[in-house]
């Protein structure tokens, strides 16, 4: 049994979590008995289109407006009350400041008026540790890859709060790479799912980009080059008046294979070092078609497992932490009045919890 298996099941606990580390409004209703109640998101991709990229100021004063109404129907959808719940949630970092604060007071005033504990959650924990919303849930120790916007890393996982990085990005994350591609290529915001869906109308055999940082030792990545590289093709097709939907296509689809076979490399680079065979895969990229195709084949070759969380909950959600944050208040963690925002924090720097 999983200590986060354990843990839930020596003690009930309903907790309400809180998202907004960036563009996304979210709320859940976890209990470690009954499982997830209820989550709901919103979505400010829309407000920030139209500027190809999060602009925190608007991003913060969206969460003012729709979080109060997110929590209430929340509540409602699960037939919640404020009396029932015993602990508050909130993502504390890494993030935007203005709206991690956004969250954060949120919570922590709602704590004080319901006299319960709350706790500031690692956004990246969350989200190491979304799969154990699923069934069957891994069981530690296992190698994660969490690929989001912001991070790519390989981390050795013993436990909640036992965390080792084997692998970081050095320059530009995988969903970085992914964003920018889709700007340098026109396709819109938020670029990652226009780049996946448009690389399904491409032809693999017509361009081979690079795979960064494979012919080295280690398990850190970089994508900068693989970006620069794509730049460096859409250039090229377009000096040979060859700039067609389908050269797009193609590109797209050549930088998504080049991504997928870089972090499957990787993994099992990581998986031989650690002598594990378990991979537990989050981050919003996490949710990409390919690299999970290049992923179930690794481990279907080694015979070993591949977790992932179900598709709405490879972005940002609630429910990761609700859950995160419920497995550390059921081990006595809490939170004064005081409260602080993290916008740049190590996932290594967590407390282990028994």
């Given amino acids: 049994m999983s200590t986060a298996e354990s843990t839930s099941s020596r003690q009930s606990l309903l907790v309400l979590g809180i998202e907004s580390s960036c563009d996304e409004t979210a709320v859940a209703l976890y209990d470690t008995q009954k499982g997830l109640l209820a989550h709901n998101l919103y979505s400010q991709v829309e407000l920030h289109a139209q500027y190809g990229g999060v602009v925190p100021e608007l991003a913060s004063r969206d969460h003012i407006q729709k979080l109060t109404p997110l929590i209430l129907q929340t509540m409602q959808e699960a037939n919640i009350e404020s009396k029932d719940i015993q602990g508050i949630a909130y993502t504390a970092g890494p993030g935007l400041m203005g709206a991690l604060l956004t969250g954060a007071s949120v919570a922590r005033s709602l704590a004080y008026a319901w006299r319960i504990p709350a706790i500031g959650v690692h ?92 012919d080295r030792p280690g398990l850190d990545m970089s994508f900068s080059g693989l970006k620069t590289y794509t730049l460096n093709t859409w250039q090229d097709a377009i000096a040979k008046n060859d700039a067609t939907e389908q050269t797009k296509a193609d590109i797209c689809r050549a930088f998504e294979l080049a991504v997928a076979d870089t972090l499957a490399i990787k993994c099992k680079r990581a998986l031989e070092q650690e002598g594990l065979n378990r991979l537990v895969v989050s981050g919003g990229v996490s949710a990409n078609r390919e690299i999970r195709a290049k992923l179930n084949t690794l481990m279907q070759k080694r015979r070993g497992e591949a977790f992932y969380p179900r598709l709405e ?26 409260f602080a925002t993290t916008p740049r924090w190590p996932l290594e720097a967590l407390t282990p919890i028994a």
């Fill in 123 to 214: 956004h990246m924990e969350g989200h190491l540790l979304a799969p154990m919303l699923e069934d069957p849930k891994p069981q530690f120790p296992f190698i994660c890859l969490l690929v989001s916007g912001g991070h790519s890393m390989i981390i050795r996982v013993d436990g909640i709060g036992r965390y080792k990085l084997l692998g970081d990005t050095l320059d530009d994350a995988a969903g970085e790479a992914f964003d920018k591609t889709a700007k340098l290529l026109d396709l819109g915001y938020p670029g990652g799912p226009k780049v996946s869906n448009l690389a399904l109308q491409g032809d693999a055999e017509r361009y081979h980009f690079p795979r960064p940082m494979i």
């Fill in 313 to 338: 909950f490879c972005t940002d959600n609630g429910a990761m932490i609700a859950y995160a944050g419920a497995q550390r208040l059921l081990a006595g963690e809490h939170q004064d009045l005081s």
